[in-house]
Structures are given as C-alpha cells and as structure tokens.
C-alpha cells in the first residue's frame, strides 16, 4: 500500500443550509490549475458517503491548499489517499475536516482491488 506518492480525494459533504458554501468552494477549486479534478455535486447519499458530497481530486504537495479552502468554508470534508486498499484509505489512513461521518464501508473495494487508483481522473459518481 503505497502512500508517498498516491493522489488524494476529498469528499466535501454538506447539507442544505451549506450548499451554497460548498458550490462556492467547488467553483474555486474548479478554476485552479494544479486540481487534477472537481466532480459534481451529489445532492444524496453514494457509495460510503451517506450525506451530498463532491469529490476533488489532487496531488498530495496540493493537500495543504485544499484543506485551507474547506476549513475557511467551514466544511466537513473526507481526505485520504488512493492506494490499493480502499478500506483504509477511508479509515485509518483518512484525514477529517469536521465531524466525522459514519460510513458505508460494505460499498468500498476489498483491499488490494481498489477502483478508485483505475478511475482516477474520473468520477467515482
């Protein structure tokens, strides 16, 4: 499970009373070059994540950037790694911004199958 050089997600959650803050912060990483990818906005739950989320995808030197964004917005975000072991990534090796979520995690890849570093570039939703 390499993480040295792994891209990161984060997922953004937000409710009802945050949906501008959030399309507000999507916009702003939409618009930066060195953000490999802003998905859309998923107004329900998907996959593991059971509240309206979008994901961003990026290199870790661009992690630090990222997270000030989200906690300037005041937004609860997952951000972990893609590696070979999905499971992980949303747990022991994630980082939270916020209050953490509970999970599906009967939806995630067994490790060593992980998607998510396939799909890269692309949406997970």
């Known amino acids: 499970m390499a993480v040295g050089n792994a891209p990161f997600h984060a997922h953004v959650y937000y409710g009802p009373c945050e949906r501008a803050a959030a399309q507000s912060v999507r916009a702003q990483l939409a618009n930066r070059e060195d953000i490999l990818f802003v998905g859309r906005m998923a107004d329900g739950p998907v996959g593991p994540h059971p509240i309206p989320q979008f994901e ?46 509970a999970l599906d995690l009967s939806s995630l890849d067994p490790p060593g199958m992980n998607q998510g570093v396939a799909r890269f570039g692309k949406s997970d939703f």
Do not use: C, K, N, Y
């Open 56 to 101: 961003v995808h990026f290199d870790a030197s661009r992690q630090p950037i990222v997270e000030a964004l989200l906690r300037a917005a005041g937004l609860r975000a997952l951000i972990h790694p893609l590696t070979d072991d999905d499971l992980a990534d949303h747990t022991a090796l994630a980082t939270w911004i916020g209050e953490p979520l």
